[in-house]
């Protein structure tokens, strides 16, 4: 196992390796004449207005919040379902598939509440400062 | 590997791998070569794919694309590299110095780790990790850091929509990929990529897509989400130019610009050898059984030609796949962005969470019912080989007619007809 994590850094310093050999090659090669013009940032050919970092739609947040959660099951997940053939050869088979079937009913139940919240909806509509919840006004 | 180098160091060497201290020098320089070399190989693939999808589009387009350098224009990916090596590399000042230096370097470590464990043949990848395919799923997250370091640094308002777009799109279609990879999973009861392979078997109705009707609809939504999270069309909004100008890439230009290209050409090259690992039977050759293979390996006798025929086997399936991609691309609109997100969380959730209950339930059952002989692939002439084969033929023609039906009523209501002239 300890010389899989080897392989693994090994792997990592040889691309990290690979693109940095190739930008120093690329260093001594290529012509720098910065000016300003070239330097502004792309804004459909105007100055900018001013710093791209800004708040930003909270719609991602939301979308980052529910991937972590269903990431976690899925991580969750992959063990059981590597065993799941034991179970099944030992003639387990029932009790391991009803305890998948709990706990992807609970998933399913959770994405079945952030759908009706609208959480999934790209444009989602906010009436007065608060989130319209399902058989709210729309 | 470790075995390799052992008997090399025993052998050529003549020192005792377990106390020589010299061992950890080979060992070192042995991984780091063919690190290194995995890495230029997949830049290899993703420079060739480049000209290939070129002259693809190009005849699709009825054009002729590049064809000036070398034969047939085989060289254009060396001379677009170079150029992109003397290109004068700008980095805006007001941008955020480091993090945009160092995001093309999470985009390449995270496209080149996927070759630890990538199988090319029997018995050929850089390793076999017990924990392969988890692995896999963890470090293409890596390139998602990358698109976001990228759309942030940059400071710019495209490169910032690209950049959430990109990663908003990446994660969530990591959540059905995660799932329809259960369904091989639970039928192959390991992780390792090799040991998924050798769950199935050489002939195409040994193969996982066609086992049961929830691996072949597994199949088909796994290769959607793999075009998602290699920002593929129908799935390429991130880069939309014609609404976020280049995305996350807007203010790269020169080679860092061409590391983003590489990895996701480059990337084409990962999704296909994954998908044909899981669901294609990977390597397996017709007519060797896993009987006869088994035999070969308990006498230490295994053909080299295998190799090299298991090799040639898996390189087909890759570029078969490739291709595929590459006419989806020229194919297919791209789709909006708010029904990329719908697809993913309202259908392919819930049906991957469906699948896989379904094929859970499906070992458990052909447990149940065929006993020991449910361990292993189902050979066509066996009862459990002909009810597979009632499923599968029920679960593809219904979803076939409906297709079909709704094609035609489409084609009737727009006035349209099926011209085959041309042909």
């Given amino acids: 196992m300890l010389f899989d994590f080897a392989t693994v850094l090994a792997f990592v310093v040889a691309a990290v390796g690979f693109a940095a050999i190739t930008l120093l090659m690329g260093s001594i090669l290529r012509p720098r004449f910065p000016n300003a013009e070239k330097e502004t940032i792309y804004e459909c050919g105007e100055r900018p207005h001013g710093a791209a970092w800004f708040n930003f739609n909270p719609r991602f947040y939301i979308v980052a919040l529910v991937f972590v959660i269903f990431e976690v099951e899925v991580a969750l997940t992959i063990p059981v379902a590597l065993v799941f053939r034991n179970w099944v050869f030992r003639s387990q088979g029932m009790v391991a598939f009803w305890e998948i079937f709990a706990f992807v009913l609970i998933l399913f139940t959770g994405l079945i509440w952030i759908w009706v919240r609208k959480d999934l909806d790209w444009v989602k509509r906010f009436t007065a400062g608060k989130a319209d919840v399902a058989g709210g006004t729309r | ?56 589009a190009a005849r699709m387009q009825s054009r002729i694309g590049p064809n000036r350098v070398g034969p047939q224009g085989t060289l254009q990916f060396l001379a677009d590299a170079l150029k992109l090596i003397v290109k004068e590399d700008l980095v805006p000042p007001e941008s955020d110095q480091m993090l945009f230096r160092i995001a093309p370097y999470f985009v390449m470590t995270g496209f080149a780790l996927t070759f630890v464990v990538l199988p090319f043949g029997y018995h050929l990848s850089a390793t076999r990790m017990n924990v392969g395919l988890f692995y896999l799923i963890a470090v293409t997250a890596l390139v998602v850091v990358g698109i976001m370091l990228s759309g942030w640094a940059s400071n710019s308002k495209w490169a910032l929509f690209g950049g959430m777009r990109a990663a908003a799109q990446v994660v969530s279609y990591e959540i059905p990929g995660g799932m329809l990879a259960l369904v091989p999973i639970l039928m192959a009861g390991s992780l390792d990529l090799h040991e998924i392979i050798r769950a199935q078997g050489g002939f195409p109705w040994d193969w996982f897509v066609f086992q049961t009707p929830w691996g072949f ?43 983003y ?143 079909f039906r709704k094609i035609f009523r489409n084609i009737r209501l727009t006035g349209d007809r099926i011209d085959l002239t041309n042909w």
């Fill in chain 2, 261 to 403: 290209f590489l990895a996701e050409w480059g990337n084409l090259w990962v999704m296909s050898a994954v998908i044909s690992t899981l669901f294609l039977g990977g390597w397996q050759v017709p007519f060797v059984s896993a009987e006869t293979l088994a035999g070969w390996e308990a006498a230490g006798t295994v053909p080299v030609a295998f190799y090299g025929v298991s090799t040639a086997v898996f390189v087909t399936k890759v570029v078969v796949l490739m291709n595929v991609i590459i006419w989806v691309r020229w194919t297919l609109p791209r789709i909006r962005v708010d029904q990329m997100m719908s697809v993913c969380w309202k259908y392919l959730v819930p049906i991957g969470m469906g699948l896989v209950l379904l094929a859970a339930l499906t070992e458990v059952l052909s447990f149940q019912l065929f006993g020991d002989a449910a361990k292993g692939p189902a050979p066509l002439g066996t009862p459990r080989g002909a009810l597979h084969l009632a499923f599968f033929a029920v679960a593809g023609a219904v979803p076939t007619v409906l297709f």
């Fill in chain 2, 217 to 259: 609809i597994a199949f088909f939504l796994f290769f959607a989400t793999q075009l998602a999270e290699g920002n593929r069309t129908p799935f390429d909004l991130p880069e939309a130019e014609s609404e976020l100008v280049a995305g996350y890439m807007t203010e790269y230009s020169g080679i860092r610009f061409g590391y």
């Fill in chain 2, 1 to 56: 590997m470790q075995e390799t180098l052992d008997r090399l160091i025993r052998e050529v060497l003549h020192e005792d791998p377990q106390v020589w201290a010299g061992s950890w020098v080979v060992y070192a320089a042995a991984l780091l070569a063919v690190g290194f070399g995995l890495t230029v190989f997949g830049a290899l693939v993703a420079g060739l794919t480049s000209w290939w999808e070129r002259r693809i």
